[in-house]
């Protein structure tokens, strides 16, 4: 069974950075697409990003310039580092693991237990 474990999360004022990692175990890392999803307190999940297994990226438009997804298939670790944070970024920060990269949750067969991260002065 697919083994992921996110960390990093927490409280940050705007403007700040956070970086988040997930751990992933039992499953072919290197080939396996990976994303983050994000749930805000009585909303839907949300695309983040996500990474393929050739380092090929995407971004939902809101974090576009702020946040980078990069892959390290040496550590079977994917990461998040989230700059310039903004209050609407609070929320619950799940790692995903598919075999294809997707921004749909659906597609995502596996899935972290989740980080908060919580931006505000």
């Known amino acids: 069974q697919v083994q992921l474990v996110e960390s990093g999360g927490g409280l940050v004022q705007p403007g700040g950075s956070l970086r988040l990692s997930c751990a992933a175990s039992?499953?072919?890392?290197?080939?396996?697409?990976m994303a983050w999803f994000r749930q805000a307190p009585g909303k839907e999940r949300e695309f983040v990003a996500f990474?393929?297994?050739?380092?090929?990226?995407d971004y939902a438009d809101s974090v576009k310039g702020r946040f980078t997804i990069s892959r390290d298939s040496a550590k079977n670790t994917v990461y998040l580092q989230m700059n310039s944070l903004k209050p609407e970024d609070t929320a619950a920060y799940y790692c995903?693991?598919?075999?294809?990269?997707?921004?749909?949750?659906?597609?995502?067969?596996?899935w972290g237990q989740g980080t908060q991260v919580t931006v505000s002065s």
């Open positions: 995903a693991a598919g075999l294809y990269a997707s921004k749909r949750v659906d597609d995502f067969g596996s």
């Open positions: 039992k499953l072919t890392f290197s080939s396996s697409a």
């Open positions: 990474i393929r297994w050739n380092y090929s990226t």
